[in-house]
């Protein structure tokens, strides 16, 4: 069972920065797309930005500019680095896998909290 842990969050300060990484279990090769969604408070979880195997990171627009997805092939890893964070990017922020073989397989993590507060 491939497992997806992150790590990396906590409490910032408005125009503070964070960094959250995601762990695999097994190659990230196996995945067609990793990337990472958050889940506000009373909200629809969101996309925030996914990397596919092929092609350039996607990003929503409430982060473009701000966020930044990164990729370590040796560790299986995919991070996501945030600046100038806002309260509005106060969320928990899952990490989220499609397996390459059967898209239909989709893996999560268990998600992390962001609050973003004076």
């Known amino acids: 069972q491939v497992q997806l842990v992150e790590s990396g969050g906590g409490l910032v300060q408005p125009g503070g920065s964070l960094r959250l990484s995601c762990a695999a279990s097994?190659?990230?090769?196996?995945?067609?797309?990793m990337g990472w969604f958050r889940q506000a408070p009373g909200k629809q979880r969101e996309l925030v930005a996914v990397?596919?195997?092929?092609?350039?990171?996607k990003y929503a627009d409430s982060v473009k500019g701000r966020f930044t997805l990164l990729r370590d092939n040796f560790k299986n890893t995919v991070s996501l680095q945030m600046n100038n964070l806002g309260p509005e990017d106060t969320a928990v922020y899952y990490c989220?896998?499609?397996?390459?073989?059967?898209?239909?397989?989709?893996?999560w993590g268990q998600g992390t909290q962001v609050t973003v507060s004076s």
């Open positions: 989220h896998a499609e397996q390459r073989s059967d898209p239909r397989n989709i893996y």
């Open positions: 097994e190659s990230i090769f196996m995945f067609n797309a």
């Open positions: 990397l596919f195997s092929t092609g350039s990171p």
